[in-house]
């Protein structure tokens, strides 16, 4: 298992969103410079669009998506403290708070692979009051990722599509992003992925009583690091 850490980012007030993505990119490439990369196998920057979607948060800049190697991989990787201080210090240039207020640790479930295009959707989704986790992750990896799956209007325009289940805080008792699956969705186009979101809107409906809140952003995909699997 890879620990996927993702963190859903607001810029640093003082950047304007164009500085900011430039910003955002100098700052992986100095945590790519460190010598604790050698945890990471993956490394990749969603940029956060403003296709003018109702319901589509805007107010985010950027979605960051970091594959440790592996349980003990990440647990390295946090254990050196001097490439964390140098990290840090350098977080709070770039982003309005730091990366591990808005960040979750996720177990990554590929449930339809294929080609990464352009545009991806990412869902927030945060599981209501009084259900459990575990049963939660079941009816989301099951019953409501079936219904995607084989809906006629959804299958001819998602390309990919991936959830993260969170994994325990490191931290307890909580993440700083709330959110107990991060759900990935990729299109070919922003025109595909808007017809779609309707449709995936009301299956997720079906699962109200599950859900408490959800976030919807629209982003592209940058791929700064990569190596692939053994």
């Known amino acids: 298992m890879e620990p996927k850490l993702i963190y859903?980012?607001?810029?640093?007030?003082a950047l304007?969103?164009?500085a900011f993505t430039a910003r955002w990119r100098r700052?992986?490439?100095?945590?790519?410079?460190?010598?604790?990369?050698?945890?990471i196998r993956r490394y990749v920057h969603c940029?956060?669009?403003?296709?003018?979607?109702?319901?589509?948060?805007?107010?985010?800049?950027?979605?960051?998506?970091?594959?440790?190697?592996?349980?003990?991989?990440?647990?390295?990787?946090?254990?050196?403290n001097g490439s964390q201080g140098v990290m840090?210090?350098?977080?709070?240039?770039?982003?309005?708070?730091?990366?591990?207020?808005?960040?979750l640790l996720a177990q990554e479930f590929i449930l339809k692979d294929g080609e990464i295009g352009p545009v991806k959707l990412i869902r927030f989704v945060e599981r209501a009051d009084g259900v459990a986790k575990e049963k939660f992750a079941a009816a989301w990896q099951g019953a409501y990722a079936?219904?995607?799956?084989?809906?006629?209007?959804?299958?001819?325009?998602?390309?990919?599509?991936?959830?993260?289940?969170?994994?325990?805080p490191e931290r307890p008792p909580r993440w700083g992003l709330a959110a107990d699956c991060v759900d990935e969705f990729w299109f070919a186009s922003m025109r595909?992925?808007?017809?779609?979101?309707?449709?995936?809107?009301?299956?997720?409906?079906?699962?109200?009583?599950r859900v408490s809140r959800s976030i919807w952003v629209a982003t592209n995909e940058v791929?700064?690091?990569h190596q692939p699997e053994p």
Do not use: K
């Open 8 to 13: 859903l980012a607001r810029r640093n007030p």
């Open 47 to 80: 940029d956060v669009l403003q296709p003018g979607i109702p319901g589509v948060d805007e107010s985010h800049d950027g979605v960051g998506l970091v594959w440790h190697r592996s349980p003990e991989a990440r647990a390295r990787h946090r254990a050196d």
């Open 192 to 209: 595909e992925a808007a017809s779609t979101l309707d449709v995936i809107r009301r299956l997720a409906n079906l699962e109200t009583g």
């Open 16 to 18: 304007t969103r164009e």
């Open 27 to 39: 700052h992986g490439a100095l945590g790519m410079s460190m010598p604790r990369w050698v945890n």
């Open 146 to 168: 079936d219904a995607l799956l084989h809906e006629p209007e959804i299958a001819g325009h998602m390309q990919r599509y991936a959830q993260n289940h969170a994994l325990p």
């Open 223 to 225: 791929v700064l690091h």
């Open 88 to 103: 840090e210090a350098d977080e709070a240039e770039t982003f309005a708070e730091p990366v591990y207020n808005s960040c």
